[in-house]
C-alpha cells in the first residue's frame, strides 16, 4: 500500500496506463515540461516524450478537436483541461463531435478519449477557476461523467475511463487534490462505473453527494451522529452512469433523503436525483428530498467557501427533513 493524494493518483494511473498502452497519449496547456498547472502530468514528458506528451497552444477548441481526430483514428487521449471553466470554447467539440460519432456513424467510428479537467472551488479562484459544470455533461447523450473524491476512486476510475470506447469526462475536485490522503494498493486495479460507494451506513437518513461535498457530508454526518442520528452517506462517483439501485434502496430504508452538490441549484445533478427519488419513492418518503447546492450566481472571490455547501448549511437542512 502507498499513501497518496487525489493528484499522485492521476498521475500514477496516467503512468499505468501508458506504459501498458501505446495508444494512450497526454495533452494540453502545459502537460509536458511544466508537468500541468496542478502538477498531475509532472514526470511524464521526461519518461514518454514529446511525441506522447503534447504541449498545445492556449485553444480548448483545438485541444478537443485535436483529441476527437486522434480517437477516430486509434489513439486514446487524455486531453487536460487547465480549469473545468475553460472547457466551454471546445464545448462544441465535445458534444456535438466526440459524444456523437458513434451515434452518427451507426456504430462504424467510436472516440475513446477522455477530457480531464479540474473543477469547483475552495481555490479561491473566483468565477472563471471556481465552476462545476458537470449537469452541461450528465445531459449530452453519448458522454460518460466521473467525479472521484478520494485517491482510491481516482485512480481506479481513470484508468477505467482510459479503457472506455467511449469520451470520458472525468471532473477531479481541485480543492481535494492535496488535502486528502489515502493508502491505495501496489497492484493495478480498477473501478467500474455506475457503482456508488457507501462512505458511512445509517438508517435515519440519507445523504446522496459526490465530488468536494463528501468530506462535508461526512462532516455533518459526524456531527448528526452526536444527536442520536444516523446518516448514511453515499458518494455517487460517477453521474453517467450514476447507480440509482444504491440510491433508492438507501432512500427506502431511511425515508428521508439530501443531495449535496456543489455545482448551482437552478437544472442541477442535485435536481436529477432528488427527481428520480420523489418519482420512484413516493409513497415511502417522511419528507420531500432537499437539496443542498452552490447558487445561482457567479462564484465569488472571497470567501468562495461559502458558496459550497457547508456542514452548517447540510445540518439545517439535516433538520428540516427530521422535523417532518
Do not use: C
Not at 459524444?99 to 462504424?108: D, F, H, L, V
Not at 468530506?215 to 442520536?228: D, N, Q
Amino acid at each position: 500500500m502507498a499513501t497518496m493524494t487525489i493528484v499522485q493518483a492521476v498521475k500514477r494511473a496516467l503512468d499505468e496506463e501508458m506504459a501498458r498502452d501505446e495508444r494512450v497519449v497526454v495533452l494540453g496547456e502545459d502537460v509536458g515540461k511544466r508537468g500541468g498547472v496542478f502538477l498531475a502530468t509532472e514526470g511524464l514528458y521526461q519518461k514518454y516524450g514529446p511525441d506522447r506528451v503534447i504541449d498545445t497552444p492556449l485553444s480548448e477548441a483545438a485541444i478537443i478537436g485535436a483529441a476527437v481526430g486522434m480517437a477516430v483514428h486509434g489513439l486514446r487521449p487524455v486531453a487536460e483541461i487547465q480549469f473545468a471553466d475553460y472547457v466551454f470554447p471546445g464545448f462544441d467539440q465535445l458534444v456535438s463531435q466526440a459524444a456523437k460519432i458513434r451515434y452518427r456513424s451507426g456504430g462504424q467510428f467510436q472516440a475513446p478519449m477522455v477530457v480531464r479537467m479540474p473543477s469547483g472551488g475552495g481555490v479561491k479562484g473566483g468565477h472563471h477557476h471556481s465552476q462545476s459544470p458537470e449537469t452541461h455533461f450528465a445531459h449530452t447523450a453519448g458522454l460518460k461523467v466521473v467525479v472521484p473524491s478520494t485517491p482510491y476512486d481516482a485512480l481506479g476510475l481513470l484508468k477505467t475511463a482510459i479503457r472506455d470506447d467511449d469520451p470520458v469526462v472525468f471532473m477531479e475536485p481541485k480543492r481535494l487534490y492535496r488535502s486528502i490522503k489515502e493508502e491505495v494498493p501496489d497492484e493495478e486495479y480498477t473501478l467500474p462505473f455506475g457503482e456508488a460507494a457507501i462512505r458511512r451506513a445509517g438508517s435515519d437518513l440519507t445523504m446522496i453527494t459526490y465530488g468536494g461535498p463528501t468530506v462535508e457530508s461526512l462532516k455533518a454526518a459526524e456531527e448528526l451522529e452526536k444527536v442520536g442520528v444516523q446518516a448514511e452517506v453515499i458518494d455517487l462517483r460517477t453521474l453517467v452512469p450514476w447507480d440509482k439501485e444504491t440510491v433508492l434502496n438507501s432512500v427506502a430504508k431511511t425515508g428521508r433523503a439530501l443531495v449535496i452538490a456543489e455545482a448551482p441549484r437552478m437544472a442541477s445533478f442535485a435536481s436529477e436525483v432528488a427527481a428520480t427519488i420523489a418519482e420512484e419513492l413516493l409513497d415511502q418518503l417522511l419528507a420531500p428530498p432537499i437539496r443542498v447546492t452552490g447558487f445561482d450566481t457567479p462564484y465569488p472571490y472571497i470567501p468562495d467557501r461559502l458558496y459550497m455547501p457547508t456542514v452548517t448549511r447540510i445540518l439545517n437542512a439535516a433538520k428540516k427533513a427530521l422535523e417532518y
